[in-house]
Every structure is written in structure tokens, then in C-alpha cells.
């Protein structure tokens, strides 16, 4: 198994697009990597539950003594995960008390049915009002629904979910979904990749899978289910295909190619150490994404030169108040000793529209994306923001924090968040000046770029988001996958303005969305003047060498060239070919 750039911002891979062959099934790779073994299934069995109850009082207290049993065991297992498990099991923690779904059940109490038929009754309600919203990543947090539900009803037969489930060696998932405690209770040793028939790009499995390094492929479909169990397959998620019945030919090929490539990964990781530069000595630097200090230790070891984001929402959200100034330092303290001594760059907590806090009195969104969120969010809330500001700057040693702000549109809104950051530097009695940069995630601010670099020190590109912007597509849409590509030519012109400015203004611009670690963009982005990539703590030995063999002339050749294109699938083409140029 070899699985070297986990990321699932975007999906992983755009070519499970092509054709498929005989023997082949095709599929959206959401983690890359490649990997032979044998199919494994496992039956997610029916929790049985009776319909009446024994009164409403006692079915009522057996329900809320379930819920907190699950509660405790949920919160153990969040407080020693790292940040995508802490993420999830905070969502099952807030449907383990939403409020909707308490109420739901306590209908059917009161109408005499049984504690576990009151709770899968009002879960699944829930899960058919989630499957009929237009947002896709919404929807996907039916997966979650279904682990509570399990959860709870297990508990209330005195049972937990298992901890742990066999696995043979080099085994393949297959399933038509997979529940993130289900993920989470494989040996990861013996687990070689996962294809599920349906699946998300934005679940949380996904999520769970990158941070496990996991090849993944989802979308299927039914046919999936004919593979008996057993079969040696092979996972191809770099070009999201399956192979149902390879040969004994292609088995030992494969197996000779996993082996060359965990070879390879090996002796990445030991030359990631040193800084990185292009093929004619042009300073590229590689810095990580991060999200705790699990993940600052996995950079390090990686090679990073720094952290290039840090998404602080972690602290703010799942929970029922604010975290503290005192609480937000020791967390950013710990990510900074972590680094020893690398660059911090904490963006500016970026909730809000699709990341509601409960202690926010924020109305509800028509539209998430367009809304309250990013530093629109900040500015309204002064003292949340003002906390987390005094927080960055006391972090030490001194000037090691840059900040980012997330989501700007306009000039005024940096200005704004300047004028805090200099009453505090006061406040806290500091000394020089803290580098501050903006995050380009909108085409006003890719367009305005010239003028956001008169009040800031750095631009860091948000991919993701500009993409989804630019073409007016979800980048969550499940439909859409193959179509939200930030190598649309219309994306690259915007991440070219900002490019241009920041070389004019002499000022860095870094990328820190999915994109970055797309071997593919990685030319042309080098080409547009990008000098730093931050990407995911696996993905940095790959990327080290991969620039290591470019020169910027010839990346600036292939950038103006891209530019003028009429598609994402032609630029792609276009980069293929300059390759085989030798370009």
C-alpha cells in the first residue's frame, strides 16, 4: 500500500474520468494511493429493538442513562484523537444533544414505545430531513446520524460499539458505506485500502482516511457487490479505478510496483530534510496545513519549513461556550513548540455559515457559503476576536506567529483587523511589528490584489474556496467532483493577478488549498509567481522533489500557455505534453 498525498479538501484524484477497461471498475479516488489485497467485507448487523415500552418513566431514564454512558466514552475517545477524530466525534457529540432530535424522541415515549424504538425513530427522521437538503455535505452527515444511532441503541442493550475488528493482512474494504467508528475500530496495519459503493468526498470517513493515509474510492456502485470475498484486487485511487480479477501477472506486478513505491516514499522523507529549491536554485518554500499538534510532530518529521495554515475552528467549534484566551494559548504554544522554531502562520478563526457556533447568536443562512463567515464573523464579534489575537501574540518565542485573515473581500476589512492587532501589541507591552497576510478565496480579492498588499505582508490562496467561487460549483457537490478543478483556466487567470501583484509588491504568495499538492498545478503554480506550498504533512516529501526538478523558466513557459485555454481537462493535456517535451 502506498498512499502519499492524503487530501480531501478536493478529490484526490480528476482520473477516474477516463473509460474504464475490462476488468475495471471506475470510481472517484477521494485519497490516492494504490494498493493489492485481498477484499474484505464487513456485515454491519441490525441492532433489534422492541416496539412498546415498560412506561414512559422508565423508558425515558433507560434512554438518558444510554445517552450518557455514550456521552463519556465519546468524549474519552475524542480527548485522545488527534484533530479529525476530535472533529467528528464532536459532530456525534452535538447530535447526541440536539435538541430536535431529544424532542422527537421523546414523542414517541410518551406514545408508549420502548426507549430504542423512540430513538431510532427520531434519528431516522432526521436522516430523511438531512437526505432532503440540496447540500451535499450535509447529507453526508447522515453516516454520523447512523453512528449515534448505533451507538446509543447498543448501549442500551448494555453493549458498546467494539474497539477493535479483525481484519486479514493486506486486506481492501469494500462496502457500500462505511460509519467512522467503523474506520476507526480497523487495524490501520493490516487495512491496504478502502472502496465503498456509494461514499463521499466530504464525509468524515474521508477525512479519517487521509489522515490514516488510506487509499480510498468511492462511487462504485452496485457492481462493487459481485467481488467475492476474498478476491485478490487492486486499488488504483490514483486514477480512481478498481481492478475486480487481475491477473497473477498483474497481482506481482503490483505488488513489485507497492513495494517500489513505499521504497521511494522512504527515501523522500530522508531528503525532505533539506530546504527546498527549484532545478535553478529559486527558493520554493513547503510548509504544512495544519490542525493540532499531532499534526505539527507528523510536518516535522515530513520535512516541513513551517506551517502554512493553521485552521484554529478546532477550538470554537462543538462546544457550548467560547474557548479562553488562556485555553487558545496553550493550544497554539503547544502546535509552536511542536515546530521548533518554524514559522506559525494561524489563520483567524474562520466560522460561521456552514460552521455555526452555539454560543453565536447567528441567524440561520439561506446561503452558508455567501454568509456570516471568515472575518465578516470576526469584526462582529469584537471579543472573540480580540481573545484570539491576544492569544497569537503571546504565543513565544516573539514574531514566530503570522497571522492570516480568512475570507477577504474588501481593503477596510484588513484595516479593521490591523488597528486590533496594534492596540494589543500595546496592551501586551510587545515589540515590533507582527506579519499579517490575506487569505485570496474570493475573485474580489484575487482582482484587488495590487491594493490588499498595500496593507499586508503576505497572501496565502485558498484554492478550494476560489475555485468553488469562480465557477459557481460546490466544491462538497459529489456530482460535481470531477468538474470543481482548480485548473480551470478562469481559477488560474485569478491566482495570475494575484501572482503578478505580489511579485510587483515584492511580497510572498503562498497556496494553501488542495491544489498545492496536485502534481499537476504544482508547474504552473511555480509558474504564476506562487513561492510557497503548504499541503498536507504527507504529501511534503513528494512535493520537495517534485520541485526540485523544475526550473521556473520553464514553469512560466507552461503557466502563459495554460492561461489561454478553454477548459480544465485541457490544461491537464497541455502539462502532460510539456512533460513529455521535457519541459
Given amino acids: 500500500m502506498d498512499s502519499a498525498h492524503a487530501a480531501v479538501s478536493a478529490p484526490a484524484s480528476r482520473a477516474a474520468v477516463h473509460a474504464a477497461r475490462p476488468g475495471e471498475m471506475p470510481g472517484i479516488g477521494v485519497v490516492p494511493g494504490f494498493a493489492v489485497g485481498r477484499a474484505t467485507r464487513i456485515e454491519r448487523r441490525e441492532i433489534e429493538v422492541a416496539e412498546q415500552g415498560g412506561g414512559k418513566s422508565r423508558e425515558q431514564a433507560e434512554l438518558e442513562r444510554a445517552r450518557a454512558n455514550v456521552r463519556l466514552r465519546l468524549e474519552r475517545m475524542r480527548n485522545a484523537g488527534g484533530a479529525e477524530r476530535r472533529e467528528i466525534i464532536g459532530a456525534h457529540l452535538e447530535f447526541l444533544d440536539d435538541p430536535g432530535l431529544n424532542d422527537g424522541a421523546n414523542e414517541l415515549l410518551a406514545a408508549g414505545k420502548s426507549a430504542g424504538f423512540a430513538w431510532r425513530g427520531a434519528t431516522r427522521r432526521s436522516i430523511a430531513a438531512l437526505q432532503s437538503l440540496d447540500d451535499s455535505r450535509l447529507r453526508e452527515r447522515v453516516d454520523d446520524l447512523l453512528d449515534v444511532e448505533a451507538h446509543v441503541l447498543l448501549a442500551l442493550s448494555g453493549e458498546a460499539r467494539p474497539m477493535h475488528l479483525p481484519l486479514p493482512e493486506q486486506a481492501i474494504l469494500l462496502a457500500d458505506d462505511l460509519l467512522p467508528s467503523e474506520l476507526t475500530a480497523l487495524d490501520r496495519r493490516r487495512l491496504a485500502a478502502i472502496a465503498l459503493s456509494g461514499g463521499g468526498a466530504t464525509s468524515h470517513v474521508a477525512i479519517l482516511a487521509a489522515a490514516m493515509e488510506i487509499p480510498m474510492l468511492i462511487g462504485i456502485g452496485p457492481v462493487l457487490r459481485k467481488i467475492p470475498d476474498g478476491q485478490t484486487i487492486i486499488v488504483d485511487a490514483d486514477n480512481g479505478t478498481l481492478h475486480e480479477a487481475p491477473t497473477a501477472d498483474a497481482v506481482a506486478r503490483a505488488q513489485s510496483l507497492v513495494a517500489a513505491r513505499l521504497a521511494r516514499s522512504a527515501a523522500l522523507r530522508a531528503a525532505a530534510v533539506e530546504e527546498s529549491r527549484s532545478a535553478d536554485g529559486t527558493r520554493v518554500e513547503v510548509f504544512a496545513n495544519l490542525g493540532s499538534t499531532t499534526d505539527a510532530r507528523a510536518a516535522v518529521e515530513n520535512g516541513a519549513e513551517g506551517c502554512g495554515l493553521l485552521r484554529t475552528e478546532f477550538l470554537f467549534i462543538d462546544r457550548a461556550t467560547a474557548p479562553t484566551e488562556d485555553e487558545q494559548l496553550m493550544a497554539y504554544q503547544g502546535i509552536a513548540d511542536a515546530l521548533g522554531g518554524r514559522p506559525l502562520i494561524l489563520r483567524m478563526m474562520d466560522v460561521g455559515g456552514d460552521k455555526p457556533l452555539l454560543y453565536l447568536p ?200 495554460c492561461l489561454g485555454l478553454g477548459s480544465a481537462a485541457e490544461v491537464r493535456g497541455m502539462v502532460e505534453r510539456f512533460a513529455g517535451e521535457g519541459g
Avoid: W
Avoid at 370 to 377: A, D, N, Y
Avoid at 506 to 522: H, N, P, S
Fill in 362 to 561: 447567528l441567524p440561520p443562512e439561506p446561503n452558508p457559503a455567501l454568509g456570516m463567515r471568515g472575518v465578516r464573523t470576526a469584526l462582529s464579534h469584537p471579543d472573540l476576536m480580540r481573545a484570539q489575537l491576544r492569544a497569537a501574540l503571546r504565543v513565544t518565542p516573539n514574531g514566530i506567529v503570522r497571522l492570516l485573515i480568512p475570507m477577504v473581500t474588501d481593503v477596510s476589512e484588513i484595516i479593521a483587523v490591523r488597528k486590533v492587532i496594534d492596540e494589543l501589541i500595546v496592551e501586551l507591552n510587545l515589540h515590533g511589528r507582527v506579519a499579517l497576510g490575506a487569505m485570496i478565496e474570493t475573485p474580489a480579492a484575487a482582482l484587488t490584489a495590487a491594493t490588499l498588499l498595500r496593507e499586508v505582508d503576505f497572501l496565502s490562496i485558498g484554492s478550494n474556496d476560489l475555485t468553488q467561487y469562480t465557477l459557481a460549483m460546490d466544491r462538497g457537490h459529489t456530482d460535481l467532483a470531477r468538474r470543481t478543478d482548480a485548473l480551470h483556466p478562469a481559477v488560474l487567470q485569478l491566482i495570475a493577478a494575484a501572482g503578478s501583484a505580489g511579485n510587483a509588491a515584492g511580497k510572498l504568495v503562498a497556496v494553501c488549498g488542495g491544489v498545492a499538492a496536485d502534481r499537476t498545478a504544482v508547474p504552473i503554480l511555480l509558474g504564476l509567481g506562487v513561492r510557497e506550498l503548504s499541503v498536507v504533512p504527507a504529501a511534503i516529501p513528494e512535493l520537495k522533489s517534485q520541485i526540485g526538478s523544475l526550473r521556473i523558466a520553464d514553469c512560466e513557459t507552461l503557466a502563459q500557455r
